[in-house]
């Protein structure tokens, strides 16, 4: 049902709507940088990828740029360090049922370790800012008019996942109707894994740009001879080639989401495209996998696999997406749903904002990197891993950030 809106015509007609919130960032981060020259890049990413997920994807504005910091893009970007730091209570968080609003939150409420408060604050805050949207938004469906958040809505954003899921819900019958609960789950999940995923990828980026000058520099002269001013048309964008070598090494390199996990749900007998020695030393051309099993998939692992990738496949390198991937690449058959590429996934449930990312990562970098040079900062920023990899000052600072050194190129 969902599909439609996440389809390349949809993100098209949106793709203005991505610009409005790239030019709002653009905005923020120069007033930002009034007496200082260094900011914290990913606090920034983490609020436009909010608000680009709102207005574009629910029809909603959280407001999230506006304001010299945001209450619920915050309580998002805990959700990595948290998440980290509570892995150890993760069965536990799990059939506590945490994101329920009930008897599970409250038993958290009891455990007097930090980041479980801090999990549990996150937890609080989706809910409650998915309630607060989908009962505007259920209430302006039902009365055919409205606002959008503060600001007036306008005709392309009133069709986001949100209207779809709450109008087809009203004309399923009876039977077939989802509880409301229900779809303020399903809102929470989207707004999570729209924001964190995205933000920490832009935040790579940027990170990486950093520290490769060079190839900064060659990317700002695609996009500056491609803008001439003006924002680039979506087709002409998504083409531009080197921005999109520098996308998809990154996602190879670094994909927010290394590693994924999924449980049997029957046993499966899976082939093996290389064979492995089991603990008796006998080959294996294929293992056998029983129901029930929860098997972690290594998806940083396949996208930097040396068999497949070639000896350099643990260095960044956008050029090797200049010329034709090598023919052990094309035939791994790697089951990702994006070039070869597990960090999208793949399958049926695969990430199914693919597209959306993708093309607000190329609107906010064409924006960004015009009026802006990211150099690093003094300070050493180390990646953590958690279910979406974030970025501290330092490897015990509880608190994400990415601060970079940012030098304004024009008049902004
Ligand atoms: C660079 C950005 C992103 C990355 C790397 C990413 C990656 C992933 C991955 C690995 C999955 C797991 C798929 C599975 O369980 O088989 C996933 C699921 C999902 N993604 Fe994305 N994603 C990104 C951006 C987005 C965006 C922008 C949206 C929405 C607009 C989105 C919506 C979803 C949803 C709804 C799911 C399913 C979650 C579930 O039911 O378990 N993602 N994504």
Same mark, same amino acid.
């Given at each position: 049902?969902?599909v439609?809106?996440f389809?390349?015509?949809?993100?098209?007609?949106i793709?203005?709507?991505?610009?409005?919130t790239?030019?709002t960032?653009? +905005?923020a981060?120069q007033g930002?940088?009034?007496n200082?020259?260094e900011?914290?890049?990913?606090?920034?990413?983490?609020r436009s990828a909010?608000e680009?997920?709102?207005r574009g994807? @629910?029809g909603?504005?959280?407001?999230?740029?506006?304001?010299?910091?945001n209450e619920f893009?915050?309580?998002?970007?805990?959700f990595?360090?948290?998440?980290?730091?509570?892995?150890?209570?993760a069965?536990? &968080?799990?059939?506590l049922n945490?994101g329920?609003?009930?008897?599970g939150?409250?038993i958290m409420?009891?455990?007097?370790?930090?980041?479980?408060?801090?999990l549990?604050?996150a937890?609080?805050?989706?809910r409650?800012?998915?309630? +607060?949207?989908?009962?505007?938004k259920?209430a302006m469906?039902?009365?055919k008019?409205g606002?959008?958040?503060? %600001?007036p809505?306008? *005709?392309d954003?009133?069709?986001?996942?949100l209207?779809?899921?709450?109008q087809a819900?009203t004309?399923?019958?009876?039977e /077939?109707? @989802?509880e409301d609960?229900e779809?303020?789950? %399903?809102?929470?999940?989207?707004?999570f894994a729209?924001?964190?995923?995205?933000s920490?990828m832009m935040?790579?980026? $940027?990170?990486?740009?950093?520290?490769?000058p *060079?190839v900064q *520099?060659?990317?700002?002269?695609e996009?500056? /001879?491609a803008?001439?001013g003006q /924002?680039i048309?979506?087709d002409q964008?998504v083409?531009?080639?080197? $921005?999109?070598?520098?996308c998809? *090494?990154?996602?190879r390199m670094?994909?927010?989401?290394p590693?994924?996990?999924?449980?049997a749900?029957? !046993?499966?007998v899976v082939?093996l495209?290389?064979?492995?020695? /089991? &603990?008796n030393? +006998?080959?294996?051309?294929?293992?056998?996998i029983?129901?029930g099993? =929860?098997v972690?998939?290594?998806?940083?692992?396949?996208?930097r696999?040396k068999e497949?990738?070639? !000896?350099d496949a643990?260095?960044?390198?956008?050029d090797?997406?200049l010329?034709?991937l090598?023919t052990?690449?094309?035939d791994?058959?790697?089951p990702g @749903?994006?070039s070869?590429l597990m960090?999208?996934?793949?399958?049926?449930?695969?990430?199914?904002?693919?597209?959306f990312?993708?093309?607000e =990562?190329k609107?906010? @970098?064409s924006?960004?990197?015009e009026?802006?040079?990211?150099s690093?900062s003094s300070k050493?920023?180390y990646?953590n891993?958690?279910f979406?990899?974030?970025?501290t000052?330092? +490897?015990t600072n509880p608190k994400? %950030?990415l601060?970079l050194v940012?030098?304004?190129?024009?008049?902004?």
């Open positions: 049902m969902l439609p809106a389809s390349v015509a949809q993100i098209r007609r793709t203005h709507i991505l610009y409005e790239a030019h960032l653009r +905005k981060i930002d940088l009034v200082k020259n900011v914290d890049v990913l606090s920034w990413l983490n909010l680009s997920f709102g994807g @629910l909603y504005s959280f407001d999230a740029l506006n304001s010299e910091t893009a915050n309580a998002i970007q805990l990595g360090p948290a998440f980290t730091d509570t892995a150890v209570f069965p536990l &968080v799990e059939h945490l329920a609003a009930g008897f939150s409250r409420g009891y455990i007097p370790i930090h980041a479980v408060k801090q549990r604050y937890v609080n805050s989706l409650s800012h998915s309630v +607060k949207v989908y009962n505007e259920k469906i039902t009365a008019s606002s959008m958040g503060n %600001q809505m306008n *005709e954003i009133s069709d986001g996942i209207s779809k899921l709450i819900n004309k399923a019958k009876v /077939d109707r @989802l609960d779809i303020i789950a %399903q809102m929470s999940t989207f707004i729209a924001t964190d995923t995205t920490a935040s790579r980026i $940027l990170h990486l740009l950093s520290e490769h *060079e *520099e060659r990317l700002r002269a996009i500056t /001879d803008r001439g /924002d048309p979506y964008l083409q531009l080639p080197y $921005l999109d070598a520098v998809k *090494e990154t996602l670094y994909p927010p989401v590693i994924w996990f999924k449980q749900r029957r !046993d499966v082939p495209a290389f064979p492995i020695r /089991d &603990v030393k +006998k080959e294996q051309q294929q293992i056998l029983p129901k099993t =929860m972690f998939i290594g998806i940083q692992a396949s996208n696999y497949v990738w070639g !000896d643990d260095e960044w390198n956008p090797r997406w010329s034709p090598p052990s690449v094309i791994a058959h790697i @749903l994006y070869h960090s999208f996934f793949g399958g049926a449930k695969s990430c199914i904002g693919f597209k990312a993708e093309t =990562m609107v906010i @970098l924006v960004l990197l009026k802006f040079r990211f690093r050493e920023i990646w891993l958690s979406v990899t974030f970025p000052v330092g +490897k994400s %950030q601060p940012v030098k304004a190129l024009a008049e902004n």
